[in-house]
């Protein structure tokens, strides 16, 4: 199959889409606030720069778009019909930087987490399985039940 856009369109249209502070990304962050959690965003001091760092629980946490990151059994994490060939391969060299950080990450005595895009959708199972991971918040802050908005969009997934 023949890609409908020229290289340059495709080029516009792929200079768009965010690598930092997407939808899912700041879905889990305000849920995580909401429930009491404090947390840095981005942090260069821990290994692959996961995008929530729980420092004093050396714990972290990872969202992942299920597209870039070829979420095994999610219907979001196809391959393209044009180029396919190509992007087998950046698929791959994705999965491979993820399970490096993960290793590595865990080597160094983090706990990790990896959240997938197709899991924002239950905003309840999700702030459940966070809470498990984190563990509970500062004593005194009240956590609050996470909205159960399904205008997300997102459907149900897998966690790693």
Not at 83 to 102: C, K, M, T
Not at 128 to 144: D, E, I, N, V, Y
Not at 152 to 160: T, V, W
Request: a positive charge; proline letters at 7%; glycine letters at 6%.
């Amino acid at each position: 199959m023949v890609d409908p856009l020229t290289p340059a369109q495709r080029s516009a249209h792929m200079a768009k889409i965010r690598s930092t502070n997407t939808r899912p990304e700041l879905i889990v962050r305000s849920l995580l606030h909401s429930l009491g959690y404090r947390f840095r965003i981005h942090w260069d001091a821990a290994p692959g720069r996961p995008d929530l760092a729980f420092p004093p629980r050396r714990k972290l946490v990872y969202v992942h778009g299920c597209f870039w990151h070829h979420h095994q059994g999610c219907r979001i994490a196809h391959v393209p019909k044009s180029r396919s060939e190509y992007w087998q391969a950046r698929f791959a060299v994705n999965q491979a930087r993820d399970a490096h950080h993960l290793v590595r990450a865990q080597a160094e005595g983090w706990d990790t987490l990896v959240v997938w895009e197709c899991e924002v959708k239950d905003r309840m199972g999700l702030a459940a399985h966070l809470q498990s991971f984190l563990g509970p918040t500062k004593a005194g802050r009240p956590q609050k039940r996470p909205s159960t908005d399904s205008n997300s969009g997102l459907s149900h997934g897998h966690q790693l």
